[in-house]
């Protein structure tokens, strides 16, 4: 028996991460059927989200509701979730803090935060259960921590009655009794503005309570090493706070330790790990773990490289709202990964990230104005999208605003201007910035004309692998501008850029065999340049091609 249910969940399993949700749920319910809770689980869940099935809270509360009364704390949640949804036809707000009260008392923290946000609201308040605010006090007064704390609460979260000063005199009254939650709130108190800003008032709070084991002040603390904030910077002691709060199942936790573990901030790199965590959290629908699994998939991080389930769990968290998923996912759909290619949907999508502030994706729905792309093309409108990302230091808009300047696109054409938008991107080291300035030194486009001052820019760029940049200081070393005429480097420099199938290079390239410039003259070489770089588009080459085919020579023949 226990083999066969193994079996239906190893076929579900693999189905579902094909993208076959519908088939998966056939295996998972009848894994359910025979009592497996994990497979009750994960049908409940895909009824909850309309997963590869209809939606059906109905059919939730059928899949576990008995492992919910026997204490599986997942489900307690999710059978409040159930009840609490502003959707379901089984809406019961009695029955949804029964459940997040069940969950919550099994150490399950959403459950804690939702039941803390139940309480809050009007008509279930804790101050209003006993009938009236003055009842909580006085329970406060004397000394009921939980009325402390649900007063701390009522004055720091309740817009109507905030008092800064009050909630924190009742949280410092349960802190003193050794509460981990007040002391976390302290702590919250002196990071943010709200309590003049002390960040080391607020490590001190925050230790208090993450020795106590508390999830939530161990995350804040772990924020603090992370970004030395009211501490000295250490990533070692934030991986370490980070695993402490992962493992009490806190989803903001264990999304940050797969960072730690992807990017190897505290030196232990391992990209499976990484997936590990991203996935415990992504299945608790968090977004950004979502996101960060989505990019696994995309990247082949930890995992084997696969668009089609990175779609899955971009569109998870996008559906969420998450600005950087909605981006990633009209990417996919700008580009044709995991989906059919759709400008139309890519555009909306890259609007939807942008208008949260999302920079990369400000920039795309610039791009998307700027050509015309599934929108009118309207340079004021890409020009406001391209200073919006610049706002947030963005290198890609602060090349986009330059050239929008330089060609005078939406703006009077103003190389000038164009000059000192490059300037701001150069500040970044980026290639394109570095060669474009080398470019109007040359031509003395925004600057006084300098030779050398191209030569020192083109060389900058192409140190960082920029082929026209490549080809560029190759014609400058060729024609002995702005340094000593050397058809050796020239040769060098195009026989870079042409490596990177830059046309213009190929062209000069094809003149350097031919001319044996640099190099050994070699008619065939130079046939087969100009050959490739017509084909590229350059038409030099491509009538010098065809006048050495009209005067006798012939690719791959004895032409020397």
Same mark, same amino acid.
């Given at each position: ?287 950004? &773990?979502? $996101?960060?699994? +989505?990019? #696994?998939?995309? =990247? !082949?991080? @930890? %995992? ?5 389930? *990175? /779609? ?120 394109? &910035?570095? $060669?474009?300035? +080398?470019? #109007?030194?040359? =031509? !003395?486009? @925004? %600057? ?5 001052? *191209? /030569? ?105």
């Amino acid at each position: 028996m226990d083999t066969n249910i193994n079996d239906l969940m190893i076929q579900g399993q693999g189905l579902y991460a094909s993208g076959n949700r519908a088939d998966a749920i056939r295996y998972f319910e009848m894994a359910a059927q025979m009592g497996n809770e994990n497979a009750k689980m994960i049908t409940a869940i895909c009824y909850f989200n309309g997963d590869g099935v209809g939606k059906s809270y109905y059919k939730v509360v059928e899949c576990i509701k008995d492992i919910a009364e026997k204490g599986n704390v997942d489900a307690e949640f999710l059978m409040a979730e159930c009840y609490h949804m502003e959707d379901s036809p089984i809406k019961n707000e009695v029955e949804a803090y029964r459940w997040y009260d069940k969950a919550a008392s099994h150490g399950h923290l959403e459950a804690q935060s939702k039941k803390r946000e139940i309480e809050l609201s009007k008509d279930k308040s804790n101050l209003y259960k006993e009938g009236s605010l003055e009842w909580v006090i006085d329970k406060a007064e004397q000394g009921d921590v939980d009325a402390q704390i649900e007063l701390g609460n009522y004055y720091s979260e309740n817009e109507e009655a905030r008092d800064d000063k009050e909630a924190l005199k009742w949280y410092r009254r349960a802190a003193a009794q050794g509460s981990a939650v007040a002391q976390n709130e302290i702590g919250k108190f002196y990071y943010y503005d709200s309590y003049q800003g002390n960040k080391k008032e607020a490590v001190k709070w925050y230790s208090m309570a993450a020795e106590q084991g508390y999830p939530f002040a161990q995350a804040n603390l772990a924020i603090c090493y992370e970004l030395g904030e009211g501490v000295e910077q250490n990533y070692d002691e934030a991986f370490n706070l980070y695993r402490k709060a992962a493992a009490q199942g806190y989803v903001f936790a264990q999304d940050s330790l797969g960072v730690y573990y992807k990017d190897g901030l505290a030196g232990v790199q391992d990209e499976k790990e990484a997936v590990k965590w991203f996935e415990k959290a992504a299945y608790q629908e968090y977004a950004p &773990a979502q $996101y960060n699994l +989505g990019d #696994c998939y995309f =990247y !082949g991080i @930890g %995992v084997p490289e696969n668009d089609d389930e *990175a /779609v899955v769990w971009f569109r998870k968290a996008a559906d969420q709202g998450n600005a950087d998923a909605q981006y990633k996912l009209g990417f996919c759909y700008e580009y044709g990964f995991g989906v059919r290619q759709n400008n139309r949907e890519a555009a909306n999508l890259y609007k939807l990230s942008a208008d949260q502030g999302n920079a990369e994706a400000q920039v795309r729905i610039g791009i998307f104005y700027e050509d015309g792309t599934c929108v009118d093309q309207d340079f004021s409108t890409a020009l406001y999208w391209y200073h919006k990302a610049a706002e947030q230091n963005n290198v890609s808009a602060f090349n986009r605003i330059a050239d929008c300047y330089y060609f005078g696109k939406g703006v009077t054409k103003d190389y000038s201007t164009a000059v000192d938008w490059f300037l701001k991107a150069v500040r970044y080291d980026d290639s394109y &910035a570095l $060669y474009s300035l +080398g470019y #109007c030194y040359k =031509y !003395g486009q @925004g %600057v006084t004309q300098n030779y050398s001052e *191209a /030569v020192k820019f083109f060389k900058m760029a192409a140190d960082k692998g920029h082929a026209s940049a490549q080809c560029a200081l190759g014609e400058m070393y060729e024609n002995g501008l702005g340094v000593h005429r050397d058809n050796d480097a020239a040769f060098q420099c195009y026989q870079l850029a042409a490596e990177q199938g830059n046309a213009d290079a190929l062209y000069h390239l094809g003149q350097c065999y031919e001319y044996a410039h640099g190099v050994r003259r070699d008619m065939n070489s130079s046939l087969e340049c100009y050959r490739e770089a017509g084909e590229k588009g350059n038409q030099k080459a491509a009538k010098r091609y065809q006048d050495l085919l009209d005067i006798g020579y012939k690719p791959g023949g004895y032409n020397n």
